[in-house]
Every structure is written in C-alpha cells, then in structure tokens.
C-alpha cells in the first residue's frame, strides 16, 4: 500500500485506487452476510424495514462522512440504495424461514 503522497504516476493512483474498491467491495460482502443472518431475528416484514432503525442508521452515516470531510447528502444516498437492495434481499431470505 502506497500513501497518496507517495505514488509517482497515474498508473499507481490507478492500482490504489482499485485495491480500496475492491477491499470496499469486500467489506460490502462481508455486510451482507450480517443482513442475511439478521433476518433469523426478525418477526415480520416490518422488523426486515426497521425504518426507525435505517433512518438513524443513515444520520450516523451523514456523521462519519463529515468527520471524513465528504459530502452527507453523497454518502446518505450512496447508503439509501445499498441498504433497500439488501432490504430486499433479507425480505427473500426471511421469507424463506419457517412462518416467513
């Protein structure tokens, strides 16, 4: 892993750049299988929304992308798409488990 600083061309900002996506990526991985486990815990379908829970789960988020100094509103949208898609997957996965 190089720092920023220390990259010397493009082509290494480049490989930098893809290995954070791709350990991103992973980590998004690794957050699904945590959403699929959760949906043993869940009741109905409107414990899989917990939409007390996505809306407090998404000012967190708006907090820790200013303290990054990134943009809320970029990373709050970027985490509403995530989080519906695996809404709707622990929906698929809940429906599956016996009275689902």
């Known amino acids: 892993m190089k720092h920023p600083n220390e990259c010397e ?4 900002i480049r490989n930098e750049i893809d290995r954070i996506d791709r350990q991103i990526i992973g980590f998004i991985g690794n957050r699904y299988q945590y ?3 959760a949906a043993k815990f869940k009741t109905d379908k409107t414990a899989v929304k917990a939409p007390e829970r996505f809306a407090a789960m998404l000012l967190q988020r ?5 303290e990054e100094k990134l943009s809320p509103e970029v990373i709050e ?3 509403k798409e995530l989080v519906n898609y695996f809404i709707e997957e622990e929906l698929k996965e809940w429906g599956r488990k016996p009275g689902g």
């Not at 061309?9 to 290494?12: I, V």
């Not at 708006?62 to 200013?66: L, N, P, T």
């Open 9 to 12: 061309d493009m082509a290494d």
């Open 35 to 37: 959403v699929k486990a």
């Open 62 to 66: 708006r907090k820790w992308a200013e």
């Open 77 to 79: 949208k970027m985490y």
